[in-house]
């Protein structure tokens, strides 16, 4: 089935403490993203990667690292979480980035106090 | 700067049909996206049109006017699996990123 999965679903935090969510695609897409989703703010794009080692900003990069080491994986890392970053975070590939459409993982809720 | 606007909330009726603008303003253009989005769940992909005109998908169709920088996602036959929220996102010119608006939420009474 295809599928992107992101862990942990739900996590709580303190402020300081470094953490990484991870997210996997069985797709063999080229295209993963990363979002954060606020309330009346919409989805805003974290970074993006167009392929493996090429990885670029989105909108809202700051406080926020990732890598593409596989095509399959694209953790998002927090170095020092603060509590403007508690949010819904999603993961997505897609199969060119451009035309196709995106899949979306089920989303990662993060708290950090 | 880079803007995306469409109605906040919408209501309508079981079996009516809908349409939801979106209006945008962005560093250039490579296609313009709409996805659905239920309560406590990830987006799905509806449609994606990059040239002017109407693309009809089902019950859904999905219009886009670059010229105007407008465009428009159309329900029709509208059922109670329809409530969600709607999210329009361009494509920006050069790159590879996304921006989305805030999203539509559809209401359908029976």
């Known amino acids: 089935e295809a599928q992107v999965t992101q862990n942990p679903r739900y996590l709580i935090t303190v402020t300081g403490k470094k953490l990484t969510v991870t997210c996997s695609q069985n797709?063999?897409?080229?295209?993963m993203s990363w979002y954060r989703q606020d309330p009346g703010l919409g989805l805003r794009q974290i970074y993006y990667s167009m392929n493996v080692e090429v990885t670029d900003k989105g909108d809202v990069p700051e406080g926020y690292k990732v890598s593409r080491k596989e095509k399959r994986n694209f953790p998002l890392i927090l170095e020092s979480p603060s509590p403007n970053q508690t949010s819904l975070y999603f993961c997505?590939?897609?199969?060119?980035?451009?035309?196709?459409?995106?899949?979306f993982g089920a989303g990662t809720r993060l708290s950090v106090l | 700067g880079q803007n995306i606007d469409q109605p906040t909330e919408m209501t309508a009726t079981e079996g009516a049909i809908v349409q939801i603008n979106c209006t945008y303003q962005t560093s250039g253009f490579n296609g313009l996206f709409w996805y659905q989005q239920h309560a406590g769940e990830a987006p799905t992909f509806l449609s994606y049109?990059?040239?002017?005109g109407l693309e009809e998908k089902g019950r859904f169709s999905s219009f886009l006017s670059r010229s105007k920088g407008y465009s428009y996602l159309l329900l029709k036959e509208l059922q109670m699996k329809d409530s969600a929220s709607y999210l329009c996102a361009v494509l920006e010119g050069g790159y590879n990123k996304l921006i989305f608006g805030a999203g539509t939420r559809l209401a359908v009474h029976p």
């Open positions: 049109n990059v040239l002017d």
């Open positions: 997505a590939s897609s199969y060119n980035g451009r035309s196709a459409g995106q899949y």
């Open positions: 797709m063999n897409h080229e295209y």
